[in-house]
């Protein structure tokens, strides 16, 4: 089973590919994370026009509607000492405790916590689940 971070949930949704995120779970924070950034490409790099923006929000609300969310609620401080000790920010390291703590494979695009990940779990790209599914 898989736990998505926002980066890969974000990508597989511009690929217009959700299959995967069936077979996962995510954080609650994700929600947010994935909002924040469908806005970034909107309305500070432009490469989104509002239209296409939307819809994307309309296919984000659609999936964290049907994900399971999990939250470190209670978790705080395990979160805050992976931060701390894998010199990640709170928001990744919540990503990386609550993979090691449910024995899952943490699906990131974000080349810093995937690396710092895989010296605790497995890992994988949004890019490999999508070759992964099509085969």
Known sequence: M??????????????????????????????????NAIWKEQVLLK???E???????DVLSEVFSVMELLSIRGLEREAFQYASNEGLGVYDASYLYM????????????D??????????????SKEL??????
Not at 7 to 35: C, F, H, M, Q
Not at 51 to 57: H, I, Q, Y
């Open 112 to 125: 810093g916590l995937r690396s710092r990940a895989s010296k605790h779990l497995k890992t994988a790209s």
């Open 2 to 35: 898989y736990l998505f971070d926002a980066s890969s949930i974000v990508n597989l949704v511009k690929r217009g590919v959700v299959k995967p995120l069936a077979d996962g779970v995510t954080l609650d924070l994700a929600t947010y994370e994935s909002l």
């Open 47 to 49: 490469r989104l026009d």
């Open 130 to 135: 999508v070759e992964a599914y099509r085969a």
């Open 99 to 110: 993979a090691v703590k449910g024995g899952l494979t943490l699906v990131t695009d974000d």
């Open 51 to 57: 239209d296409t923006a939307l819809e994307f929000l």
